[in-house]
């Protein structure tokens, strides 16, 4: 992978978080991302200082801009507004002139090109009210690759300041929907988190349904159906490899990933029961996990592997169940009315997000993995399929209006930041990569 050539050091600077006077460290820039009445800290942006005719510098700090602006914890500045013009990446800005303008950060640097065409891009984060550096890095890598250079621009700059990993250098894998509501054509597509590079990964001969990415790696799972049978499938996104997972005795759905990548979880569906099964990828041997003369789906594991979230209407409506990883012990979780699905643990452990209806509305939401502190973050006429972001501080899903096709949303834990995700097509049953590598 051509980004694997990227390396990134920490500048040798004053203000860096290990270099810090412990007196003075508590005044420093912090964002609690805990509180859900916070504003958006004010931050200044300006485009980094590039040669001439080359406007690299310019794309990586509308980029960097943009991921900062779409977490809710950052407010951009205008630019017009910015009084200092002329930056240099060695040397402390004017903080008076920032201040003025009511800037609490300020990232600013610059790129330069080798002879062979490599970038080399140096930041700064400074700390306006301290008049202090926070961070410095220097990345270098080819030119195709700025792009995720910024995301992990914005990567370190929301983690120096919120303490939080970042998770703007991902992907999202989602369905692709086209065509009129009886005959949609679906697709297996992939972007980056900001809705930059979508491309194909099916031709649309058959409906894909419910991809997942794998934690550890890469790769995803999905199903696929025709008109007489379904499948489930892995991809490796870096290598292209596609195969089966073989053929089942019944309808397959709902495949899911243990978090080291060893084995899937589905659900299959005989004689008008649909049960909950696993499968160790390296001997395709099947367990089956549930008995229960219900309907058991959406199987969802613990980071560490060791219990099972699903979902099931064996106490007569469909609730949150929980169970080990072999099967036993399974017990209800959620208890409120409505009608819950689609449970996904947390990559943290803390919470696990679902569906639920209530009436003619639906919802995402949190809960503890042991059904406590329930929260709804969400509320539309169709709100679906929550898919965590690999640091489990947002969530994406898919929402649907009377009349209109469904498209990708993010909300945080706290229910701030509730915006459309820049993807202008129509879409569903999104999935977030962990970062790359």
Known sequence: MAFRRLCCALAAAFGLLAGLNPVTAHAQLVIDINKANRQPVPVAIPALNAPAGNTVGGDISRVVTGDLQRSGEFRPLDPNSFLERTLDVNVQPRFDDWKTIGAQALINGQVTVDADGRLHVDFRLWDIFQAQQLLGLQFTTTPENWRRVAHKIADAVYERLTGE???????????????????????????????????????????????RFSSSSQEITYMALTESTSSIYLFNIETGRQETLGRFQGMVFAPRFSPDGSKVAYSMEQRGNSDIYVMDLRSRQTTRLTFDPSIDTSPSFSPDGKQIVFNSDR????????????????????FGGGRYTTPVWSPRGDYIAFTKQTGDQFHIGIMKPDGSDEHLLTSSFLDEGPSWAPNGRVLMYFREAPGTGPHLWTVDITGRAEQQAPYPGQASDPAWSPLLP
Do not use: C
């Open 315 to 334: 106490g007569g409506s469909p609730q949150l169940w929980m169970m080990n990883a072999d099967g036993s012990g399974a017990h209800q979780l959620s």
């Open 165 to 211: 990993k970042g998770y703007f250098d991902t992907r999202v894998v989602f369905v692709s929907e086209s065509g009129p509501k009886t005959q949609r054509k679906k697709q297996l597509t992939i972007m980056d988190q900001d809705g930059a590079n979508p491309s194909f990964l099916t031709n649309g001969s058959s409906d894909v349904m419910t991809p």
